[in-house]
Antibody, heavy 128, light 111 residues
Framework: QLQLQESGPGLVKPSETLSLTCTVS??????????WGWIRQPPGKGLEWIGS???????YYNPSLKSRVTISVDTSKNQFSLKLSSVTAADTAVYYC????????????????????WGQGTLVTVSS | QSVLTQPPSVSAAPGQKVTISCSGS????????VSWYQQLPGTAPKLLIY???KRPSGIPDRFSGSKSGTSATLGITGLQTGDEADYYC????????????FGGGTKLTVL
C-alpha cells in the first residue's frame, strides 16, 4: 500500500523559507506513470495546488506562487521536497503531498489527472 | 476567487439525494478530466470520482459523477450522516500557464 508522509518544521518565521519533505513508501517515486504534488489548505479555507514534479525533475507550478516555489525530487531517497520562500502569515496552512497520474492533453502536453494517494498533512504556522 | 465555481453549501435529509455543481471554462473542465474529493473534518481529502465519472475501488455507487461542456456534477444518493463533509472538484487547466485547479469547496450538511 502506497504511503506518503510529510515532514518538516511546524513553525517558520516571516520572510524565511518554508521547507518540507514528502517520503514515499510502498512504491517508487521513479515510476513513469505519476507526478508528485504539493497542495495546501489554510485554516478554515479550501484546497490550493502548489505544484508538482516528475521523477525526471520536470515541474509545474501554480502561477500565483511560482516566483516563491521550488519543488525538487531525490529518487535515491524516494522523496520530493517543497521550498516556499519569503513566507508571510498567509502561508500558514496544512500542507499535503499527493500522487497524481497524468495523461496527454489535446495539445500533447502532460496533464495531471487526479490525486489518488495523499499524506496526512502537516500544519505549518508562519509566526515570529 | 477559485477558477472553478462550486456552491458554498448544500443540504438534504438522510436518505435523500443531493447534487453539487462545479463550473469552469473550456481551458479546464471543457477539455480535461474532472475529479472529486471528500474531506471529512480534520482529515486529508479522499478521492471520490476520477476521469469525470469513475469510482476508485471501495467508493460506493451512491457517489456518481458527470460532465457536460464546461460543468461537472457530483451526485450522492441515499445520504448518510457520515457523508457530511466538504467536497471539492478539481481539474487540469491547459492554458498557457498549465496548472491544476480546485473548486472552492462545498459543505454538505445532512439534516
Amino acid at each position: 500500500q502506497l504511503q506518503l508522509q510529510e515532514s518538516g518544521p511546524g513553525l517558520v518565521k516571516p520572510s524565511e523559507t518554508l521547507s518540507l519533505t514528502c517520503t514515499v513508501s510502498g512504491g517508487s517515486i521513479s515510476s513513469s506513470s505519476y507526478y508528485w504534488g504539493w497542495i495546501r489548505q489554510p485554516p478554515g479555507k479550501g484546497l490550493e495546488w502548489i505544484g508538482s514534479i516528475y521523477y525526471s525533475g520536470s515541474t509545474y507550478y501554480n502561477p500565483s506562487l511560482k516566483s516563491r516555489v521550488t519543488i525538487s525530487v531525490d529518487t535515491s531517497k524516494n522523496q520530493f521536497s517543497l521550498k516556499l520562500s519569503s513566507v508571510t502569515a498567509a502561508d500558514t496552512a496544512v500542507y499535503y503531498c499527493a500522487r497524481t497520474p497524468y495523461y496527454y492533453d489535446s495539445s500533447g502536453y502532460p496533464a495531471q489527472d487526479y490525486f489518488d494517494y495523499w499524506g496526512q498533512g502537516t500544519l505549518v504556522t508562519v509566526s515570529s | 476567487q477559485s477558477v472553478l465555481t462550486q456552491p458554498p453549501s448544500v443540504s438534504a435529509a438522510p436518505g435523500q439525494k443531493v447534487t453539487i455543481s462545479c463550473s469552469g471554462s473550456s481551458s479546464n473542465i471543457g477539455n480535461n478530466y474532472v475529479s472529486w474529493y471528500q474531506q471529512l473534518p480534520g482529515t486529508a481529502p479522499k478521492l471520490l470520482i476520477y476521469d469525470n465519472n469513475k469510482r476508485p475501488s471501495g467508493i460506493p455507487d451512491r457517489f456518481s459523477g458527470s460532465k457536460s461542456g464546461t460543468s461537472a456534477t457530483l451526485g450522492i444518493t441515499g445520504l448518510q450522516t457520515g457523508d457530511e463533509a466538504d467536497y471539492y472538484c478539481g481539474t487540469w487547466d491547459s492554458s498557457l500557464s498549465a496548472y491544476w485547479v480546485f473548486g472552492g469547496g462545498t459543505k454538505l450538511t445532512v439534516l
